[in-house]
């Protein structure tokens, strides 16, 4: 986790079009979320580290948070991160993709 998927995660979270398409977002769920997210491991993410690689701009601190992490994957929905496939050693892929890698890893 880093700071700038922190602020982006909860700009998310508060806005009108994704409250209204999910009323189960409530303000006491995204302040939970928030208690959560703010005990996961944190990176630091330098502006060097900022690539103008992805076709959203603010989605370019998902991909500097996951080359200075070394991630092995990163887990996303969004079209703009899924086209790229990869970032660096970063594998990225969707959900369904992700619980499929996982049931293999746990099923050998």
Sequence with gaps: MCDE?????LDVLTRSKVR???P???DELIEYMTSRIR???RVRITHEDLEARCRDPKDDAFLACAK???ADYLVSEDNDLLVLK???????VNVSHF??????NTAG
């Design 86 to 92: 990869a970032h660096y050693t970063t594998e990225i």
């Design 20 to 22: 209204s398409k999910f």
């Design 24 to 26: 189960q977002i409530s």
């Design 39 to 41: 005990l996961l491991p």
């Design 68 to 70: 200075v992490s070394q």
């Design 5 to 9: 998927i922190e602020a982006e995660i």
């Design 99 to 104: 619980l499929s890698i996982l049931e293999l």
